[in-house]
């Protein structure tokens, strides 16, 4: 079952059908990340959770340019997958509630801050692609927007959130690029991460302790607690955080600085000491 998103970008520096190569894929990235969330979200809910397979092509998304200022087009799920989609109509529903909530300057109470981040970044592709936007949502309407005066504060991440936790474990390397990673704790729980930013630089950590931070989740029934959108970095080890560890030294560099410096001064001692000093040595 598929369906037809279309957006139609009015007062674009393009001819009519066209759009700047940077814009077109700031806009669809934007709009993938958008689908591929909420229909996880969705596929979460008790009752209607898929296999990541399905999930990835019940998100898929083809695309078009056509006429009519430009609008882009976007085919959203997989004929193939499933006769009747059990997820659309939620999806949509919840795109629609995006929308409109971009129109208001205000996010839906149900939108998630892994799905909201998505959000933030399809306003500034749009933002930079026209002067004005009409969304179009199946089945359920159409929404014009000036793309450039949507506010971008509802749908960003506080720096700080109540609840954000700190885990330490091991990483382990899941889907680099969907962002999706899972960290095993000193406990040996595998806790899920959804949404890594900048999932390629957290892909070098896999098998190395790190530190995550973000909101935390609780698992429920047979799905593991997860985090959202967390922070990962390498784990500091007890020398650094104290400020004892020695910043790590190459040999060649260990030589160069032994060969400049000083040779050490002669030892000064009277005969007595000598004897002194090799009686305490053989004792």
Do not use: C
Not at 61 to 82: H, K, Q, Y
Not at 222 to 227: L, V
Not at 264 to 270: F, G, I, N, S, V
């Amino acid at each position: 079952m598929t369906r037809e998103f279309d957006i139609r970008l009015v007062g674009h520096d393009a001819a009519d059908g066209t759009l700047l190569a940077g814009d077109a894929v700031a806009i669809i990235d934007a709009f993938k990340d958008v689908t591929y969330r909420l229909t996880r979200a969705v596929a979460e809910r008790p009752g209607l959770g898929r296999a990541a397979a399905e999930l990835e092509r019940l998100a898929s998304v083809r695309v078009a340019l056509r006429p009519g200022s430009t609008r882009v087009v976007f085919t959203v799920g997989d004929d193939a997958a499933l006769d009747i989609d059990p997820l659309a109509a939620k999806v949509d529903e919840t795109f629609w509630d995006i929308v409109d909530g971009m129109a208001h300057d205000r996010r839906p109470p149900s939108i998630s801050d892994s799905v909201a981040a998505a959000v933030d970044d399809l306003i500034v592709a749009l933002g930079k692609a026209a002067r004005t936007v009409e969304v179009s949502v199946p089945g359920v309407g159409s929404q014009t927007l000036e793309a450039g005066a949507v506010s971008r504060v509802p749908w960003q991440r506080r720096t700080s959130l109540p609840g954000e936790a700190t885990m330490h474990g091991v990483l382990e390397m899941v889907d680099a690029r969907t962002g999706h990673f899972r960290v095993r704790d000193d406990a040996h729980n595998a806790i899920e991460l959804l949404d890594v930013p900048e999932p390629e630089a957290a892909a070098t950590l896999v098998t190395q302790r790190v530190t995550v931070v973000g909101p935390f989740i609780g698992g429920e029934g047979t799905r593991r607690p997860r985090m959202e959108g967390p922070r990962v970095s390498r784990a500091r080890d007890i020398g650094e955080l104290l400020g004892t560890t020695a910043p790590p030294v190459s040999l060649r560099v260990a030589i160069a600085a032994s060969e400049v410096m000083p040779a050490a001064e002669p030892l000064d001692l009277t005969d007595d000491e000598l004897d002194d000093f090799l009686a305490a040595i053989r004792a």
